[in-house]
């Protein structure tokens, strides 16, 4: 205590951002400070503790701190580091991702439309983000269908190579630019309609579409006419759908919060020119002893550091902490005053009332669902306590799978639930070493033995106190074991089972041909009803223990495929090699990129990225 007490006078008097670790150095707290001496000491020093802030004093064995210069700057790091390390202690989105957004390549000579999920500092225009994938896809149809611009990869930086033009041409969905078929101006016309109805300023588009339409049919050309006719209505029907919510016509995001236990849903609108147009709801783990207020507040925080677009106003049904600071946050982010309210009257308060129905209804939703669900569960599991003649249900079931392709590197994973849900922070993943060619059994035996075989090995060193339960890997045991595949892959995982004196733990295997259920010392498989609970949650297990076993494969094999093409290349070694593959993030974006891409790439510089763009060029005009 005296350590910490120094340490604590230590701190200085600055702003910044503090980190509590744990005995094995995790992060499982992080919070922003205007003073980091006067915050972190109140922790140590406070007397009125809430339980949770008290359990997390008992798990800090470190405090470490990074000073900024600003508060701003203290804000913004501390919600990156939450992204980056989700601590334990933290209010976490529990759907915290990187969600799409619609590019618009303007680096490019005729630029083009893709979905990206990182926004990178290039002359490109970002919007999104889109959380709701399925609509994103609709604006990215629809716009295709209106507009033709391009959507092939060709570099057409410089002089365009004589070819055919394409199917999306002659069915008028690209005006085909790689072959000198429409100019540069023209070309950008259509980008700026795009940017325009992407900024969801869809009736301006309409009024201007409409005077063209009327200037083509004055000029007798009622071809054109009937496209931009065409095009008109296809706008409309997305206008039309975005429900009129605000008299104000401005750009709002609405957010309210319901509260229930250890979890909070959020619910936020997002209003465009007085219009709903998307609406999505969180979920926020670790709200154990916090109010509506703290809750927002981290919200604001986690939401905002990773969108593009911020409307004027953000609207909140509670009253956040350091709302001025947030707003100036958010305000430099934006480029333009950036207000972060809480209405007390009128429509904007009425609006706030609106969003809060939607997310006490998404709440009670939710509940319903995970009752609902765990009632399936709590059936699945008796009814394979009952079939497989086992003394209870069994609460946690490891699954084992084989992948290879004629016995190339053969792995193997597994996949663990537990009361019927994945637990999947006990997967396991195995590469097969003892085994040569495609012998399903005896690499099913391999990976059984290993697994069990480590076991045992944790929970003697658990009895010794060299390490603890905590630590282990392998040391909780199934209540049962589902390999992939019929009698011969059971009758090798129960044969390692034995030779480790564990054959008390039972084993089933689930052929996929008939879905029967084969067990040991049993000649007529265990056929389950069609609709079983039982037999749909064994398909659930088996079914991810092999999406489990065929991604880590595909990842081995792409990584090696990767790995033989680039080490052609000169100026290619490890480190460039994996630079690559960080930024561009495939061996196919690589052949697509053009010198200047390639060029940003950390550690490449303009000769070798000459090199490997001339190598996939001279291996396409090869093929």
């Not at 804000?75 to 991702?97: A, F, Q, T």
Request: glycine residues 4%; aromatic residues 8%.
């Amino acid at each position: 205590m005296v350590e910490m007490d120094k340490f604590l006078e230590s701190l200085p008097d600055e702003p910044g951002v503090y980190m509590f670790k744990n005995s094995k150095g995790c992060i499982i707290y992080v919070g922003k400070a205007v003073s980091l001496k006067k915050r972190v000491r109140s922790y140590f020093s406070s007397t009125q503790k809430s339980p949770r802030i008290e359990v997390m004093l008992k798990k800090i064995a470190e405090v470490d701190y990074i000073v900024t210069d600003s508060e701003i700057e203290a804000l913004i790091l501390e919600s990156n580091l939450i992204k980056k390390h989700r601590p334990r202690y933290n209010v976490l989105m529990k759907d915290d991702k990187n969600y799409p957004y619609i590019k618009i390549t303007m680096n490019e000579r005729f630029p083009r439309l893709v979905v990206v999920r990182r926004i990178k500092k290039d002359e490109s225009k970002y919007f999104g983000p889109y959380v709701n994938a399925g609509a994103m896809r609709e604006t990215l149809k629809l716009i295709r269908k209106v507009f033709p611009i391009r959507s092939c990869k060709k570099d057409l930086t410089g002089t365009p190579i004589k070819d055919r033009e394409c199917l999306n041409y002659h069915i008028k969905r690209c005006l085909a630019p790689c072959q000198v078929k429409v100019s540069e101006k023209k070309y950008n016309e259509l980008i700026n309609d795009v940017i325009l109805f992407l900024r969801g300023r869809g009736e301006e588009l309409i009024r201007r579409l409409r005077k063209e339409m009327e200037k083509a049919a004055r000029d007798m050309n009622f071809e054109r006419a009937a496209e931009i006719r065409d095009k008109i209505r296809a706008i409309k029907q997305v206008v039309q759908k975005q429900k009129v919510v605000s008299s104000s016509m401005e750009d709002q995001d609405v957010i309210a919060v319901e509260k229930d236990n250890n979890e909070a849903l959020v619910q936020i609108f997002f209003i465009r020119k007085g219009k709903l147009v998307e609406s999505d709801s969180f979920i926020l783990a670790g709200t154990s002893g916090l109010n509506r207020k703290e809750i927002l507040t981290s919200f604001v925080k986690q939401f905002y550091s990773g969108i593009t677009f911020i409307p004027r106003e953000v609207l909140v049904g509670e009253e956040v902490e350091d709302r001025e600071l947030i707003e100036q946050w958010l305000s430099e982010k934006k480029g333009s005053r950036v207000y972060l309210k809480t209405p007390q009257r009128g429509e904007k308060k009425r609006l706030v009332e609106m969003v809060y129905q939607n997310a006490v209804l998404n709440m009670k939703q939710r509940k319903n669902t995970i009752k609902k669900k765990q009632q399936q569960c709590d059936e699945a599991l008796a009814e394979l306590a009952r079939y497989l003649n086992l003394d209870e249900p069994p609460y946690r079931i490891e699954a084992f799978d084989i992948s290879n392709i004629q016995g190339v590197q053969s792995v193997a994973s597994m996949v663990v639930f537990e009361e019927g849900q994945p637990k999947k922070s006990d997967y396991r993943k195995f590469k097969v070493k003892t085994v040569n060619g495609p012998d399903d059994f005896a690499s099913m035996y391999e990976v059984i033995y290993r697994r069990f075989a480590h076991s045992q090995k944790e929970i003697e060193q658990i009895k010794k106190q060299e390490t603890s339960r905590i630590e282990g890997k392998f040391c909780i045991l199934p209540d049962l074991i589902l390999v992939d595949g019929g009698k011969g892959q059971l009758n090798s995982a129960r044969k390692a089972l034995k030779e480790l004196g564990l054959e008390d733990i039972p084993a089933i295997g689930l052929a996929k041909e008939f879905e029967h259920v084969f067990v040991e010392d049993r000649k007529d498989p265990v056929i389950l009803p069609p609709n079983s609970q039982g037999l749909y949650l064994l398909q659930r297990i088996r079914d991810e223990a092999h999406r489990f076993a065929i991604t880590y494969h595909r990842k081995l094999r792409n990584k090696k495929a990767l790995t033989s093409v680039l080490d052609e290349i000169p100026g290619i070694g490890p480190k460039r090699r994996n630079a690559l593959l960080k930024e561009l993030g495939s061996l196919e974006s690589i052949k697509q990129a053009s010198i200047n891409e390639l060029i940003q790439v950390k550690g490449m510089n303009k000769k070798v990225a000459e090199s490997v763009y001339g190598y996939f060029r001279k291996k396409r005009s090869q093929e």
